[in-house]
Every structure is written in C-alpha cells, then in structure tokens.
C-alpha cells in the first residue's frame, strides 16, 4: 500500500474506530523506520487527517504536532515535525501545557486555555488543547504529542486515551539520540 493512503480515513467512523484505524496506520508507517523526525513527521500527518475526517469539534484541530527535548538546552522543548500553522519555536519545561506535560509525565486535557495557568498562545485561534508526553523505551520524557483545537472542549477522555497509546508507540519506535 503506498504510504499516503494510510492518511485517508472513510468517514462515517467512531471516533473510537477512527483512533483504532490511527494506530493500526502508525505501527505501520514505524514498522521499518526507527528515526524520530521521520516518525513524527508521518504521525503529524495521520492526526490531522484522522481527526479532519470526523465531525466537530474534531475536524477544528488547527495543529498537532511534536515538541521534542532540546540536546543543546535540555530544560526547553523545541519545535519538531507538525501540521498547522507556523508555531512556537521552544517553550520551557514546567511552562505552558506543553511544558507541564513534559515536567510532570502526565498528560494535560484542557477544556479551555485561556483557564489554563501561564498557557503560551502559539495561535490566537486556539481554544482548547491536549499535550500528551512522548516516552523513550527507557522511560525518558523525550517530548510531547501537542494538539490545539479552534473550539472550546475540543478534545476529551477518548481522545486522551487513544493518544497516550500513539505517544507510546512513537517513543518506543523511535531512536531519539
């Protein structure tokens, strides 16, 4: 199968089918590549278009992409592969959602920004967000899955679930160093 059609998603799906279909679509894309930026790069892609395919608010994720741990300046994320608009560049560990997620290891649902302690607007246009932390196989944070969505309560315990499952497959396929 070439692999731009592993980006297309029927519709009709649950969002539960959907996400099946997602990671089922990464493992693939992972199977014979171990490289991060490639891997991340080809997952970005596969978010957008999964989620584009469904209804809203799904369909109003506006970015998803990686931020990864800096090598040089280690207490800062900087940008990785993505889809969306240009975005910040690098963000501090334990600032911002992105930030928390990669200081604390737990993923960060977020109704609504702008309720969100010392949120970094990247995008004016973004009102809800999910951060997810990218794991090594060691157990080293290695960065973060970020999603931003045009509506309020964009994502929710579905979307969380399925993506901390994506984060995982990522950090363990991957070569990070």
């Not at 240009?86 to 109704?111: D, F, H, M, N, Y």
């Not at 809800?128 to 960065?143: F, H, L, N, W």
Request: with cysteine; glycine share 8%.
């Amino acid at each position: 199968m070439p692999h731009a059609d592993l980006s297309m998603f029927p519709p009709g799906q649950s969002k539960e089918q959907l996400y099946q279909s997602l990671l089922e679509n990464a493992q693939a894309l992972l199977e014979d590549q171990r490289n991060w930026v490639a891997n991340c790069a080809n997952v970005s892609s596969l978010v957008w278009h999964a989620l584009h395919s469904l209804p809203s608010p799904s369909d109003k994720v506006n970015w998803a992409g990686f931020y990864v741990r800096d090598r040089k300046q280690p207490e800062q994320l900087i940008l990785g592969p993505f889809m969306g608009k240009v975005a910040c560049q690098t963000i501090r560990i334990g600032k911002g959602v992105c930030g928390t997620a990669a200081a604390t290891g737990e993923s960060q649902l977020v109704p609504d920004v702008e309720a969100f302690p010392g949120h970094i607007a990247c995008d004016g246009e973004t009102l809800s967000e999910i951060v997810v932390p990218v794991k090594s196989a060691s157990g080293d944070i290695v960065g973060v899955l970020d999603l931003d969505c045009e509506e309020l309560k964009g994502f929710d315990e579905v979307d969380q679930k399925f993506l901390e499952q994506l984060a995982e497959l990522v950090g363990k396929g991957c070569d990070w160093e």
